[in-house]
């Protein structure tokens, strides 16, 4: 092909790459047990967030949090048993990505777990992912305390039921919960979608208040609500699950050089490409740059970790940061940059997202769809606002950062662009 | 907050802090970390803790008061700084000049993007490619921005530096420079003789000559020509193509109600004045006319006083001759503006002969500045061979220090001269600096059983350069001069006894004017 | 044509920008840095895709 064929494949590639992407319709039509619904997730598979890794490699915080799980489908009774499973090969692992699904941190989901069932109405395809814990000790964080599979369990037995009833009335009477128009509103209300969910939970709230009081007895009504209002990032999973179908919208497009996933696991971060299929483009995950709460500092911190850069990769997050100024000193910068943030993601994007506007930048979409052209041609990567976990397991959040991708998978994966489609 | 707490754990003496909010989970946090007071304990989520462990009284008193401070002031630093010109220009939206000063070939990318959004350059980046200067000259007239260089030393607007420069009065003279340190010596003159300039504009070294055909300096005489506070315009330059000097001389006379002076250093003709347009082949002289053009009653009274300073200058010249021993034969200049050099080149040259230089065109005499002297020998420090690894000379006087240790050691040497640009952006204390060299030099020379004579001019306003500044250079031993073309006259002298028709031609073209 | 309140963005080296505060001008600093310089290999393909 020529050169000026070639240019003008890419592009149109691109350009329906994002405009799939951008007009997917992510709804939540209902919450089921993982094993049930998640395409794959055979009996024994503990699903995690990031590119595809075995036990021996995985950090502090992912084993922490795969121990959780065994000990919380019963497949162990202790720790000690849950680790001897592990080490005789007797669970399988595999990436939350590869099976439809997303999960924050370590983003471990196993069969019996509660998940938000997400469809898309312009394709009809599902994504997954898994109900959020709060703040403080959690399984995403590596926890596995009585405390952490107590709330599990509650999670499991009532907080499931409870938006099973809701969601089923939800899903008949209106479709569903449309997670796009949440995701607008909550752009223009403080929120980026990936540190700052906010105004998205609270908008959630109030799409199921009629139904809690309709169809909740009162201490059922408050016990849900209790819970929802107290965790500011019970909306994090669902933009998360939203922008997962989104991407997957974008997927497998010939020819397309637009990033379609970013995710890390704690000790690899993981990207994929639209044009490239299904094959991960790996480099060890950073420590990401911030500030620590009292007592910790960076020697103490797990290597970036979690499925949420899937936000970046659709115009949320980092891209999206013009939209919350406040999010600015909780990672330690200053005000201006929100803008080297926002420069920086267009100069490595093809376009304005026609949903997700900002007000505080002059009324433009976010930046959209990571071209590694771009991001190899300016030598800038994507950055993302982030938590930092403890890499010792059960100890949890100790601080919140900014974390810049390393450029090796981009490179490569540009690489192996010009073998698969011989330029 | 949490930054806070960092720079608080920073201070002497402090062995843990934290500055949180009194939240449960904040409490939880601080109690693990033996934090927690009693005053802790009960504070509620709306009040900030502060909680400090520290080794003793001292460094307590020490940390809470910076606690305090941080908790008040604005972190201001680095407010104003970006890693990107989008990001700027977003922040400074209203932005008017940009001052680049990033390598040579990257100007181009960079300046496109900001004349296209209006905004006025000062480029002191060198190695700009020929093309680009064309190409962003065309693009900046096209806007109907100014391009100020490349390679602009100095540019002063409004009384504001851009470069380097010197806080010179505001006036009526308007500058037009080819040279930087030509700017500098003209508009610190003007200064000296109690007048001053509205704006003094760069150009770039390579505006007049052809290729180029003088798009800035034209523009340049337009927007003096339109500015009611400028009353007559001096242009410096080294020599300039025929073509652009002629068309230069026809808009002069053809557009414009001002009076000029052109200062062409270097240049080979005798030019007529004419009722608009003056020439001079010296800043000195050049000086003199515009002062002359536009106060004439001053002009009277300064050319009086230089007189008597040349004067003085050939009598200084004469005795200081007379303490040479018969090796004494040489002079060696070394300078830190590149005009400076060349005008003292082309008057040494005059006086005494050819002399090696790394300014020479001519191959014979052509010489690095990087290897020791050769007989009579002036070094541009600012030249490519030492400014490729190291600031400027204006900015780091070190290399030239070393030189001048080096040829005091010279038992053939007579003379040194050196120019000492101070203002702004040039190195601290360089007056200080210099002395302590001058005074090391003379040393060295003496202990060596010669007189060395060292000779400065000093580039630099009242308001750049104190009175014990001044007095510092005097007692090193340093004779000051109010020029370079006298500084050069004067060491040239000290060389070779000039005859009575060969000082009055020199003082004619260099240093007074017509009357001699 | 010059502006008399001057608003300047500096770009390239710190102590101009410095100079102009000094002088108490108002002025942004841009910390530039020239882009990477890419490995022959991936110049060559970027030539060939990339707009």
Redesign the interface.
């Known amino acids: 092909m020529t050169t000026i064929a070639i240019k003008e494949r890419i592009s149109s590639a691109n350009s329906v790459t994002v405009q799939r992407m951008m007009d997917s319709d992510p709804f939540l039509v209902d919450v089921d047990l993982a094993g049930k619904r998640i395409p794959n997730l055979k009996s024994k598979m503990i699903l995690h967030a990031g590119p595809p890794i075995e036990w021996e490699d995985m950090s502090g915080t992912l084993r922490g949090a795969i121990l959780g799980a065994i000990l919380l489908e019963k497949w162990a009774d202790s720790i000690k048993e849950a680790e001897e499973l592990v080490v005789l090969k007797k669970i399988e692992f595999d990436s939350c990505h590869n099976h439809s699904s997303v999960g924050p941190m370590a983003g471990v989901i196993s069969p019996n777990m509660p998940v938000f069932v997400i469809k898309d109405r312009l394709s009809q395809n599902y994504a997954y992912t898994n109900f959020n814990e709060g703040l403080g000790k959690a399984l995403r964080f590596g926890a596995y305390d009585e405390e952490v599979l107590t709330k599990l369990n509650w999670m499991r037995e009532s907080l499931f039921k409870f938006l099973k009833i809701i969601l089923q009335k939800l899903e008949k009477e209106k479709g569903g919960i449309g997670l796009k128009s949440i995701i607008s509103q909550a752009l223009q209300m403080g929120d980026e979608c990936h540190n700052r969910n906010q105004a998205g939970t609270l908008l959630f709230l109030k799409e199921i208040m009629p139904y809690i009081f309709s169809y909740l007895d009162r201490k059922q009504a408050n016990e849900l609500f209790s819970f929802i209002s107290s965790n500011n990032h019970f909306f994090l999973n669902l933009v998360m699950a939203a922008s997962k179908c989104m991407a997957d919208q974008a997927h497998n497009i010939e020819y397309s050089t637009i990033v379609t996933a970013i995710a890390r696991n704690g000790t690899e971060v993981g990207i994929r490409i639209s044009g490239l299929g299904d094959q991960w483009f790996t480099d060890k995950a950073p420590i990401p740059k911030g500030l620590y709460f009292p007592g910790y500092s960076s020697k103490d911190a797990n290597p970036d970790i979690g499925d949420s850069t899937i936000t970046e990769t659709v115009g949320l997050g980092g891209a999206a940061m013009a939209a919350s100024p406040s999010i600015v000193k909780f990672v330690g910068g200053t005000i201006k940059d929100i803008q080297e943030m926002t420069n920086r993601f267009r100069r490595i994007t093809i376009t304005q997202n026609k949903y997700y506007i900002i007000p505080f930048a002059e009324f433009e979409g976010t930046p959209t769809g990571i071209d590694i052209r771009k991001i190899m041609q300016s030598g800038l990567t994507p950055k993302a606002n982030t938590g930092i976990a403890h890499k010792t397991p059960g100890i949890g959040q100790i601080g919140a950062g900014i974390v810049t991708l390393p450029i090796k998978p981009f490179k490569e994966a540009l690489m192996s662009y010009a073998r698969t489609y011989k330029i | 907050m949490m930054q806070f707490s960092q720079q608080l754990k920073d201070e002497q003496g402090v062995i843990d802090a934290a500055i949180v909010m009194g939240t449960d989970l904040n409490k939880n946090t601080l109690k693990n970390m033996d934090l927690l007071t009693e005053d802790g304990i009960s504070a509620t989520e709306n009040d900030t803790l502060i909680s400090i462990n520290c080794q003793d009284e001292n460094s307590l008193n020490n940390a809470v008061q910076k606690a305090e401070q941080l908790l008040v002031s604005d972190s201001a630093k680095a407010k104003n700084e970006f890693n990107d010109l989008p990001s700027a220009l977003d922040y400074f939206s209203n932005a008017n000049i940009a001052s680049l000063s990033i390598p040579g070939q990257f100007v181009k990318e960079m300046a496109i993007e900001l004349i296209k959004k209006q905004l006025h350059l000062f480029v002191f980046s060198d190695h700009v490619p020929l093309e680009d200067e064309i190409y962003l000259k065309n693009l900046a007239l096209d806007n109907n921005v100014l391009l100020m260089g490349p390679e602009a030393g100095t540019s002063i607007l409004n009384g504001t530096v851009f470069g380097f420069g010197n806080r010179v009065r505001k006036g009526s003279v308007g500058i037009i420079g080819a040279s930087g340190t030509g700017i500098q010596e003209s508009s610190t003159m003007l200064d000296l003789f109690g007048e001053g300039i509205s704006h003094a504009i760069g150009v770039g070294g390579r505006d007049l000559r052809n290729d180029i055909g003088g798009m800035m300096t034209m523009k340049t005489m337009e927007i003096f020509e339109n500015d009611p506070n400028t009353k007559a315009v001096l242009l410096v330059s080294k020599p300039v193509d025929d073509d652009v000097r002629n068309k230069i001389i026809d808009k002069i006379n053809n557009f414009s109600k001002k009076n000029y002076v052109l200062c062409l250093v270097g240049d080979n003709e005798n030019r007529e004045d004419s009722d608009k347009i003056k020439f001079s082949k010296s800043i000195q002289i050049s000086v003199l006319k515009i002062v002359k053009s536009i106060n004439d009653d001053a002009y009277k009274k300064i050319k009086t006083i230089v007189g008597n300073q040349v004067n003085e200058s050939i009598k200084l010249a004469e005795s200081l001759s007379n303490d040479l021993n018969n090796e004494q034969k040489y002079v060696r200049g070394f300078f830190a503006g590149g005009t400076l050099c060349y005008e003292s080149k082309i008057i040494l040259e005059q006086m005494i002969g050819k002399v090696y230089s790394n300014l020479s065109s001519d191959d014979t005499y052509s010489i690095k500045g990087n290897v020791p002297s050769k007989e009579n020998t002036l070094i541009d420090f600012g030249e490519e061979e030492f400014t490729s690894a190291r600031p400027h000379p204006i900015i780091d006087p070190l290399l030239r220090k070393n030189r001048i240790l080096e040829d005091a050691n010279d038992p053939n040497v007579s003379v040194i001269i050196i120019d000492i640009i101070c203002g702004i952006n040039a190195a601290k204390n360089t007056m200080a600096f210099h002395a302590e060299t001058i005074k090391q030099a003379i040393q060295t020379a003496k202990e060596q059983g010669r007189k060395l004579s060292v000779f400065t001019y000093i580039c630099g306003t009242v308001k750049d350069v104190s009175e014990d500044e001044l007095q510092m250079l005097t007692d090193s031993g340093a004779k000051l001069f109010t020029s370079n073309a006298l500084m050069s006259f004067a060491a040239a002298l000290v060389i070779n006894k000039s005859d009575e028709n060969l000082i009055k031609k020199i003082r004619a073209e260099f240093l007074e004017g017509e009357l001699f | ?13 710190r ?3 410095q ?2 505060t000094e ?1 108490k ?1 108002e ?10 310089k ?1 490995e022959k ?2 110049e060559d ?2 030539d ?4």
């Open positions: 044509m010059i502006p008399n309140n001057l608003r300047v963005i500096n770009i390239g080296l102590v101009f920008y100079s102009l002088q001008i002025a942004v600093h841009v910390n530039w840095e020239p882009k990477p890419l290999e991936i393909i970027l060939k895709i990339d707009e």
